[in-house]
């Protein structure tokens, strides 16, 4: 599919999205009748092309919801940090890229009325919670998968009122144990799910199946239809 064309009632294109003075490039993807939009915060040394980030932004538009993927860092600053590992765990920065992307949504008219979420997966877990305890009530739901929230920290995670959804693999422990820290500190609506006999990426026959199902499940109760 060419990037642009319409295919089973998906409107696809890429994007360039300000931040700053860099443009960081995405793709934006609106089902017909879109209940709400979901933006993706992709995990350390990974980008938009994740394919299991695609995997659920593909269930999620089968709900009809819209989704933005999009690279935190610009290719530059990923090869500087192949080097250095500094700026994929910079919760902050990551955080302040997604906020700027959510303004930037805003200004588009096919999706700036429709509900907003994030997804967050590994680090961007917490880069999400981040931008979910800035933007307070206009982030309608987040999602993090396999995520470290506690990259957020403690002042952060207080201050989310957004309903928030942990998923980890049973068999990813010391990333259990971080979700379940996390998940102490959380205010606002929450659970956490185990997927059973899953490690961290996800990879067991229909446990990927499973996140993405979940997280659909929980943006569409948090995204009501207009």
Known sequence: M??????????TR?????????????????PEGARGIVLFAHGSGSSRFSPRNQFVARVLRERRIATLLFDLLTRDEE???????ALRF????LAKRLVDATRWLDRLDEVRDLNV???????????????????GDEISAVVSRGGRPDLAGEEALRRVISPTLLIVGERDPVVLKLNEEAFALLGCE?????????????????????VARLAADWFERHMPDS
């Open 2 to 11: 060419k990037r642009g064309e319409s295919f089973g009632a998906v409107r």
């Open 14 to 30: 890429e994007v360039k999205i300000p931040s700053g003075d860099l443009l960081l490039e995405g793709e934006l993807s609106v």
């Open 79 to 85: 090869a500087f940090d192949l080097k250095t590992a």
């Open 90 to 93: 910079d919760t902050r920065l």
């Open 117 to 135: 979420g994030y997804f967050g997966a590994s680090t961007g877990g917490g880069a999400a919670l981040v931008a979910a305890a800035e933007l």
């Open 190 to 210: 929450k659970e956490l799910v185990v997927i059973p006999r899953a490690t961290h990426l996800f990879e067991e026959p229909g446990a990927l199946e499973e």
